[in-house]
Structures are given as C-alpha cells and as structure tokens.
C-alpha cells in the first residue's frame, strides 16, 4: 500500500512539471515585444530562463516566486526564487533572481544571492 502511494505521487508530481513547463513555453511563445514587458510577460522570461538554464531543481519551484520592480538594475522587473536544496542554504545562498528589463525583455543579470542582501 506505501509503496503504491508512493507512486501515485510521483505520478501527480512529475505531470504537474510538465504541464507547467507546456504552459511557460505556450505563455513565452506568446510575448509581444515590441509594447514593452508587463509584469505577466516578464514572468513568463525569468521562467523560461530557469527552465533553459536547468536551475529548476534547485529552486522551490516556479510557481513560488516573487515578482517585482527592480531596484538594483533600473528600468527592470524582478523575479526571485527561494531556492531549495539545504546545501545552498548552508553555503547562505537563498535565493536567485532573474533582472528583466521592462523596455526590450532582455534579461539584464540573474544572480544567486544570501538572504540578507537587498535588491
């Protein structure tokens, strides 16, 4: 019975990750540059990059990061995800951020950091 459970869960768990990479690709597919980066559009590229790059793993996941004006690099949105394996948090890294500039959509930096460091 444990064990079956055990697979059910993995199930759920591993169609949930596609669907939401589906969903980013379909999303980023979509993104009109030539109006500028809302907030949504800007989103859409720090988790492509996530995804591309192969941080996914080690992050919390997509769905909880924070996204918000960016003060470090002007003219930018921000996307912060906690990460998740406890060997970066022993390191002191806790997050990494992807900088999206809000005119072209480029990303600008990505950066792991420690928690006590501001944007």
């Known amino acids: 019975m444990k064990k079956e459970i055990i697979n ?3 199930i759920i768990f ?13 999303g980023y597919a979509k ?9 949504k559009e800007a989103k859409l590229i720090a ?8 941080i996914s793993d080690k992050i919390l996941g997509i769905n909880v990061a924070r996204h918000f004006s960016g003060k470090k690099y ?7 995800f906690e990460s998740h394996p406890m ?13 999206v500039d809000k005119v072209t959509g480029k990303i600008v930096a ?3 950091g420690p928690t006590d460091k501001l944007f």
Request: a negative charge.
């Open 14 to 26: 591993f169609l949930n990750g596609c669907a939401t990479v589906r969903s980013v690709e379909r």
């Open 74 to 80: 002007p003219n930018t949105w921000v996307s912060k």
């Open 31 to 39: 993104i009109n540059y030539e109006d500028g980066i809302s907030k």
């Open 87 to 99: 060997d970066l948090v022993w390191q002191g890294t806790h997050w990494y951020a992807v900088y």
């Open 8 to 10: 059910i869960l993995l």
């Open 110 to 112: 990505a950066e792991w």
């Open 47 to 54: 988790f492509k990059h996530v995804i591309d790059n192969e």
